[in-house]
């Protein structure tokens, strides 16, 4: 549904373009590679601050292969450290998340303890050597930083370029909505059996919301022409204006009938106000559904070739979630159904492109921002 990438203008594709070769949403080997280039070579969005609010907090995020642990410390900064004992590589914590007892890491094989800034504090049973010196066995640390209340890191780490350079126009677009005070009012996790890139490509275009998504069209009226709205042109090329309304009248947000029960965010502009939706996206894993009083975001994690987890949030002013009667069910329902259905239909294509002739599929015209994306695929991956 991304009507307005962060860095990009609506320019509908002149000619159908070839989507990316059908081996690379299903070979181990290619997956392997996609590995290396985007999940382990760039800022990943993993969680929000707030889930790791006190000091021993932590939480422990699957990229891929690898197991991260992000933790809150002593001095109230975050850290992310591969979740690896230095002595012979037990993972350390053994659940997703939780609180450390005693603020220590302990490793659950033979009891080496680490402190919260990673660094070896107890080894105990060990016979001593002259040799051993804790100082060498710190943890392996991941790079970490934050911005508008999401935790980033990079598993580059001391080599990774700050993440302000990842960020794009995205601060800039969100600058009034508050985002590092919103807090979680609702999460839901979904493990679809679908490669990574579907799940991109199927966020970066609405060619598919009029058969899969009714409740969201009939909110957002425009899509029911299937991304072509606004995209329309005169004979010397020229863009049309857009004569139909882009909502149903009288919506002031995405909930099934259009319907607020609270407040905009206090800093939006009138203009703000008045666009009832906006989707943005940070690649290669966040993408977030922006309404005037609420967001649905969503983070991506490859768990397998042909399998990813998403993870749905949605983000409110506290003062919001606290207020009396907040009716949470009435602002999740439409982005749930709508995620769901997504998600099924993702499931479905990465079933159909097995099919021995299907070499690549095809991008028509208002799919240009599934086509930008291929193409910045294959750009990282070096110009496959
Ligand atoms: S593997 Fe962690 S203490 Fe032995
Ligand atoms: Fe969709």
Redesign the pocket.
């Known amino acids: 549904m991304n009507d307005s990438a962060t860095s990009s203008a609506r320019e509908p594709l002149t000619s159908v373009q070839p989507a990316l070769p059908a081996a690379w949403y299903r070979d181990p080997v290619h997956y392997a590679r996609e590995l290396q280039v985007f999940w382990y070579g760039m800022w990943i969005v993993v969680a929000r601050e707030e889930e790791s609010a006190a000091a021993g907090d932590y939480r422990v995020i699957g990229i891929g292969t690898q197991s991260v642990l992000v933790v809150r410390g002593e001095d109230g900064s975050l850290r992310a450290f591969h979740n690896t004992?230095?002595?012979?590589?037990?993972i350390?914590a053994t659940v997703a998340q939780g609180g450390l007892a005693g603020r220590r890491i302990v490793?659950?094989?033979?009891?080496?303890t680490y402190d919260l800034e990673g660094r070896l504090a107890a080894?105990p049973r060990r016979m001593p050597t002259p040799d051993f010196d804790p100082r060498q066995y710190p943890l392996y640390a991941v790079a970490l930083d934050c911005w508008g209340g999401f935790v980033f890191v990079n598993l580059k780490g001391e080599d990774a370029p700050p993440l302000d350079e990842s960020l794009g126009g995205l601060p800039q677009a969100l600058q009034r909505h508050g985002l590092a005070d919103l807090r979680i009012g609702k999460r839901i996790v979904l493990d679809v059996r679908a490669n990574w890139k579907i799940l991109a490509e199927n966020f970066a275009e609405c060619y598919h919301c009029p058969p899969v998504h009714p409740e969201l069209c009939r909110i957002v009226t425009a899509y029911r022409e299937g991304g072509a709205w606004g995209l329309h042109r005169d004979a010397a090329g020229q863009p049309l204006a857009e004569q139909r309304p882009k909502y149903l009248p009288g919506a002031a947000t995405l909930t099934l009938d259009g319907s607020a029960r609270i407040p905009p965010f206090r800093g939006l502009t009138p203009d703000e106000r008045a666009r009832i939706y906006m989707a943005k996206e940070l690649r290669p894993n966040l993408f977030l559904n922006v309404q005037p009083d609420y967001l649905n975001t969503q983070m991506m994690f490859p768990t397998g070739p042909e399998s990813v987890r998403m993870v749905y949030d949605w983000l409110f002013e506290p003062e919001s979630l606290a207020g009396p009667g907040f009716d949470l069910e009435h602002y999740v329902a439409l982005w749930d159904v709508t995620n769901r259905q997504d998600a099924r239909n993702c499931e479905w294509q990465q079933q159909g492109l097995h099919a021995l002739p299907f070499r690549h599929g095809h991008f028509m015209p208002q799919e240009f921002d599934g086509h930008r994306f291929s193409r910045w695929v294959r750009s990282a991956l070096g110009g496959a």
Do not use: E, I
């Not at 004992?85 to 037990?90: A, K, L, T």
């Not at 490793?107 to 080496?112: A, K, N, S």
């Open positions: 004992c230095r002595h012979r590589g037990s350390l490793c659950p094989y033979h009891g080496w080894t």
